[in-house]
């Protein structure tokens, strides 16, 4: 049905009796837009620039090599900076006539992409210039912030052994993982049972999980690497520190991780479960083989989450005595009165971490593409 308005790009058409008026809508200007943007980048470069120029001049007790760093993002950051802003600038000027229908539409085109490029070379800016404020704090008062964290020798000298004690973190969170997945999962399936018989476990199982996730993770390190040693049970008090630490995470995260199996277990649909059990199968038997299997891929995400955060509080196991990364690094800081080496294991951990996260992205990534095609 026509309503009246011409479909003519830039131009719209009013019907008025049996009389027709033509509209030359403006074609936006992103002047203003590429103004702010050029501001930004003047400011983000200029600061830049000026450390650049202090650092090389001032006498600074930086080495050689870090200059020549700086000054070489200072060169890139201006080029990344600049090329959008001046794409930008190309597209503000319309090249087509402005009389035409098809001119018009082209240089609203043309205006959409010069904004565009202006906001990338806005936000770019933006982050050149929190790089250059870092790098400001790192340098100021004589640069004793980078002596101080990130002292290259400290860093070389405790980078070998911080890697050898690493291993126990690693063992230690591989191993409790393994644990935790197994005691974990048993817990939430009792904590959903419904038989009355097994209340009085279900009752257990929630104190259970109720308890340790209100505790923090150092007090259970502490009560179990410094406690069970102190009661003189036989076998349990001559365990090594190591086992100890896993001990105390095992008991700690399996409370976290029970709740998250619950979630993945209770959203599998009630029906499946009583279908299992018309076909005969016990509770445990209707868990093992119908929900556990679809509910724990329901939240592999989460639990990849949870083992992440269980990596990095492998950390604090170093307060019973185990000689971990963390607490090889403070031998290191505290015989040269410098945290660098603290400064090795802090990298190790992102190093370690990141590539997880990533994964664990791409996981929620794909779980959602897969709820939307349904």
Not at 120 to 132: D, E, H, K, Q, R
Request: glycine share 6%; proline share 5%.
């Amino acid at each position: 049905m026509d309503d009246g308005r011409s479909m003519t790009p830039g131009l719209t058409t009013i019907a008025a009796g049996d009389e027709q008026q033509s509209i030359r809508l403006p074609v936006p200007r992103p002047g203003g837009l590429i103004a702010a943007a050029a501001i930004v980048a003047l400011v983000a470069c200029g600061a830049s620039w000026w450390l650049t120029v202090v650092m090389w001049s001032s006498g600074s007790p930086l080495t050689t090599g870090f200059q020549v760093a700086l000054t070489v993002i200072s060169a890139l950051g201006t080029i990344m900076v600049l090329r959008p802003l001046a794409q930008s600038a190309a597209f503000s000027r319309p090249t087509g006539s402005l009389d035409t229908a098809e001119g018009r539409s082209k240089a609203r085109a043309q205006a959409e992409s010069s904004r565009r490029r202006a906001a990338v070379s806005m936000g770019l800016s933006a982050g050149f210039l929190i790089v250059t404020v870092l790098v400001l704090f790192l340098v100021v008062n004589d640069a004793e912030i980078q002596k101080t964290f990130l002292q290259p020798e400290l860093m070389k000298l405790s980078l070998k052994e911080t890697l050898l004690a690493f291993r126990q973190n690693v063992l230690i969170a591989v191993i409790t993982q393994v644990l935790v997945l197994v005691l974990g999962l048993l817990l939430a399936m009792l904590r959903m049972s419904t038989s009355e018989a097994a209340r009085p476990v279900r009752v257990l199982a929630t104190i259970y999980i109720d308890v340790f996730r209100g505790l923090p993770a150092i007090i259970v390190v502490y009560l179990v690497g410094f406690g069970l040693p102190l009661t003189g049970l036989p076998w349990i008090s001559t365990f090594s520190t190591m086992w100890y630490a896993i001990i105390a995470l095992t008991l700690t995260y399996s409370a976290y991780v029970a709740e998250v199996y619950r979630s993945g277990l209770e959203s599998i649909h009630p029906s499946q479960v009583a279908a299992a059990r018309s076909l005969g199968f016990s509770y445990l038997q209707s868990m093992r083989v119908v929900v556990a299997p679809q509910g724990v891929r329901r939240v592999i995400p989460p639990l990849l989450n949870n083992f992440i955060s269980l990596q990095k509080d492998t950390a604090v196991v170093g307060i019973i005595g185990s000689i971990e990364a963390f607490n090889q690094s403070k031998i290191y800081a505290g015989n040269h009165f410098n945290v660098s080496s603290v400064t090795v294991v802090a990298i190790i951990f992102v190093v370690i971490t990141i590539p997880q996260a990533r994964v664990l992205d791409h996981l929620m990534a794909r779980q959602a593409r897969k709820r939307a095609r349904g």
